[in-house]
């Protein structure tokens, strides 16, 4: 037992030297011709949209190959078992011929997969991870490690304009090392003013799932040790769920301690009476903030309107009247 006790001392304690005031490395990027590892870590997915992705990045000029298990499917949804879906993920990390780790869908069940690999196994292994959704887990995983990480489109949405759509080549071209920057029209919810800090985000569910643990990117000594611009979105979920995740937040102190937040995509869920949207709602929610904050942000569950964002990298956000920038600068040194 003592033994046990002194392990689990030492796993806490190497978790902590890897993220008190750390930097956030972006992994190597990269060139034509480089492997890509298509996986499937949570939701089974079917055979057509794997090849909808795989041939994207075979026409992008990369060499992508598909996990041993990536079209795998239980009867309970997931694809494959806990270990299958752990198997390709480390493969996929160890490997060192494997330069990016395409995820095929999210759905529900990375968080199966952080059960089982220590930060420690990422933080060796240095990839670039891309997806959304479920996949938030992996990229707070990832920061949590020090390195950067890609929330993104993932196998099927890769294929809407045949991968040629601005979505995607803003991914293209992330993926060679150029830095997107963005412009979007002003809302009529936004709050102007300019925030500099690490963008971290993405789904608020899964997120939020993984508060205080050791793979959660908005921990009190995190934000302590990081300037943060959050991101939001979601899927599906009423009013009074996210309602309730923004309590969470504000309970833990994420709220009172971010610079800038960065409101995206909200679809898929019923009219509440006495609301205009759900951008209304939060809007009314967050209104004593004194940050900058802006709506609408083409990020979420809306494959065209999905644009890739880094997460655990240093970012202005510009919310002015004419319009919002937001501008990614990986060698910039935030707090």
Avoid at 261 to 284: C, S
């Amino acid at each position: 037992m003592n033994k046990r006790i002194s392990l689990m001392a030492a796993a806490a304690m190497c978790a902590a030297s890897l993220l008190a005031g750390s930097a956030i490395k972006a992994p190597a990027f990269l060139k034509p011709g480089d492997k890509i590892a298509i996986i499937t870590p949570a939701s089974a997915i079917d055979t057509a949209q794997v090849d909808t992705g795989y041939n994207v990045l075979k026409r992008w000029g990369f060499n992508p190959v598909k996990g041993k298990y990536a079209l795998e499917r239980l009867s309970t949804g997931f694809a494959g078992t806990i270990e299958q879906r752990k198997a390709d993920l480390l493969w996929a990390l160890r490997d060192p011929s494997v330069k990016a780790i395409l995820c095929s869908r999210g759905g529900y069940g990375s968080v199966h997969l952080l059960c089982e690999i220590p930060l420690e196994e990422f933080a060796k292994h240095p990839k670039w991870i891309i997806g959304y959704s479920d996949i938030t887990a992996l990229h707070s995983a990832q920061v949590r490690a020090g390195n950067m990480s890609i929330h993104a489109n993932m196998a099927g949405p890769l294929g809407y304009g045949g991968g040629n759509d601005t979505t995607c080549r803003a991914l293209h071209n992330l993926l060679l090392g150029k830095m997107p920057s963005y412009r979007i029209p002003a809302h009529k919810y936004n709050h102007a003013g300019t925030a500099r800090g690490i963008l971290v985000g993405g789904n608020m569910s899964v997120y939020g799932g993984l508060a205080e643990s050791d793979y959660d990117f908005l921990t009190r000594d995190f934000l302590k040790s990081h300037d943060v611009v959050l991101f939001i979105e979601d899927v599906g979920e009423r009013y009074d769920s996210v309602d309730r995740m923004l309590h969470l937040l504000k309970i833990r102190g994420v709220l009172s301690h971010i610079k800038g937040l960065i409101v995206g995509k909200f679809t898929e869920y019923n009219a509440v009476k006495g609301y205009d949207d759900m951008y209304d709602m939060i809007h009314r929610y967050i209104a004593d903030l004194d940050i900058p904050v802006c709506y609408d942000f083409p990020a979420g569950h809306i494959g065209h309107q999905n644009f890739p964002m880094i997460e655990g990298c240093p970012v202005t956000l510009n919310v002015a009247a004419d319009g919002v920038t937001l501008n990614f600068d990986i060698s910039g040194k935030q707090k």
